[in-house]
């Protein structure tokens, strides 16, 4: 395996910098250019902040500072790059212009030097062909901010030698990271997997099932993730994710599961890019998110019944526990009488279709999610049918927060929120393994590290929550919404018949 002790970068911008600070750290030589030079010499001061900033906090040694600095050395040509080992071109995300520049690097390094993109989405095969040794050339995609991302995605081309991404594993380790191994496919891992959360959170959206805040409130309370698809929407700036959605849709001749949204390109459309420029879906005064409040929980009828659906198991057994704590008066009758609210407690279906198909008097009926618990403190989701009278919507939200609990009232939903963008995060995640693009475990360990998403990743979410609930979710959703963006992976479907893991790889393998 190729020994990496001096590398270069292309490009002095943040991934650049990013870069150069954790190489530098790991005690490896780095030849920093780029085609404006001041970027070079303000990249150096910036990275000499930032390692003053940790020898203050007592992160590392003012020695390894020192060093670290005295190993950013500026390249003032592209011939500088003659004595790297490898070469990583962090510019613009054009594929002309990466290809161009590995062209042109190719007559400067030497013949064992490894070239390596940080694109987060154009093709690597694409690059190698345009080489004349297309074997050393492969994908070493960090996250911004590197320094605190700790993952890096080393993508393999069509064209490339195996030994070229072993170096790059390698070497990822050395600088504190870890690698995962992708095929080169559109969005490779992370960008690929990310999908579910905002295009199904923006598709939600624009059924008008719920403002957007309710919608991230209902991804982090309920659903456990760190942030809802449009706080990460802002956060990572439309400029960045709209071109993204629409690439990875494009080179998936056109997949139904990427569909991206009107929505986000109008605003993409307005300059309404998120925190950089002081709007997006939120906006920003003086830097800071602001969001509208809560509404008010209504007053508790001190006479309401409640007549629990029994047409789902789980979620009659999980409503029938929380209504029991809550101290509601719960009627058993095979029919609810004429004076109560009727809860039901779909997953996959919306409000109407069971209030419809088992002849409910659609004005008193409210659907209550159970799918992710119903403990106290966990933000509950209620979800009315288009004829539910205001008092029984009141009656339900009462009821719910009795306790002290956050409520989100959302209208009708096929899988309210969270079901419907959960299982479509767990089904990209598991067509990626179908795909072989990466392994389960790198799955998992990419989005867990690049996304933070709960459970150890998509696939580690997917057993949590059960797989066997996940796929009748997505069945459900496809039969009631007729989309194809909702059908089950296979990977999905023969783990729940198996009852395996969706962790689980197969023990045959075809030869």
């Known amino acids: 395996m ?120 154009l093709s690597i095969t694409a690059m190698a062909q345009s080489c004349l040794h297309p074997a050393r050339v492969a994908g070493f995609h960090f996250f911004n901010p590197v320094p605190l991302m700790k993952v890096v995605e080393v993508i393999d081309s069509l064209l490339g030698d195996p030994k070229t991404g072993d170096a790059l594993m390698a070497l990822a380790r050395t600088m504190g990271h870890t690698p995962v191994r992708a095929k080169d ?48 929407l802002d956060l990572t700036g439309l400029d960045v994710s709209q071109p993204a959605m629409e690439s990875i849709y494009q080179q998936f001749y056109d997949e139904p599961r990427f569909r991206p949204s009107p929505i986000a390109a109008s605003r993409f459309a307005g300059r309404l890019l998120g925190r950089k420029t002081g709007e997006g879906f939120y906006r920003y005064p003086d830097g800071q998110k602001q969001s509208p409040d809560e509404p008010a929980v ?62 409910l008097d659609a004005e008193r009926t409210v659907a209550l999610d159970t799918f992710f618990g119903l403990e ?12 539910t009278l205001p008092k029984w919507r009141d009656a339900a939200h009462a009821l719910l927060a009795s306790d002290g609990t956050a409520v989100s009232v959302i209208d009708d939903s096929a899988g309210f929120v969270g079901q419907r963008i959960a299982a479509t995060i767990v089904n990209i995640a598991c067509d990626i393994a179908q795909q072989g693009i990466a392994t389960p475990a790198d799955i998992d360990q990419a989005v867990a590290l690049g996304l933070g998403y709960p459970k150890g990743g998509p696939l580690g979410l997917g057993d949590s929550l059960g797989v066997t609930h996940i796929l009748e979710i997505l069945r459900t959703l496809q039969r009631t919404t007729g989309d194809m963006r909702y059908r089950p992976s296979p990977w999905l479907q023969r783990r729940a018949l198996l009852g395996l893991s969706l962790r689980t790889e197969a023990a045959c393998v075809a030869r």
């Open 2 to 121: 190729k020994s990496i002790k001096t590398i270069g970068i292309i490009g002095a911008g943040a991934m650049g910098r990013g870069i150069a600070q954790i190489a530098a750290q790991a005690g490896i030589e780095v030849l920093l250019y780029d085609l404006d030079a001041s970027a070079v010499e303000n990249a150096r001061a910036s990275l000499q902040q930032v390692w003053a900033k940790l020898v203050g906090k007592g992160k590392i040694t003012a020695e390894l500072a020192s060093e670290s600095h005295d190993r950013v050395v500026p390249a003032t040509a592209l011939q500088d790059m003659s004595r790297a080992d490898l070469v990583i071109e962090a510019v613009i995300e054009r594929l002309d212009v990466k290809c161009e520049l590995f062209k042109q690097l190719e007559a400067i390094v030497s013949s064992d030097c490894i070239l390596a993109s940080n694109t987060s989405s």
């Open 376 to 387: 106290q403190g966990k933000r509950r989701v209620l979800m009315c049918t288009l004829a």
């Open 185 to 232: 496919m559109p969005g490779f891992i992370v960008n690929h997997a990310g999908r579910g959360m905002s295009v199904e959170g923006l598709k939600t959206a624009q059924e008008s099932v719920a403002p957007f805040y309710q919608i991230d409130a209902i991804m982090r309370e309920q659903a456990g993730f760190r942030m809802g698809p449009f706080e990460l």
């Open 298 to 359: 209504p007053a508790l009828p001190a006479d309401l019944k409640v007549w629990l659906a029994p047409f789902h198991s789980v979620g009659h057994r999980r409503a029938a526990a929380l209504l029991k704590t809550l101290g509601a008066t719960v009627v058993a009758a095979e029919t609810p009488p004429d004076d109560a609210l009727i809860m039901i407690t779909p997953y996959g279906e919306d409000a109407a279709s069971v209030a419809g198909s088992h002849q």
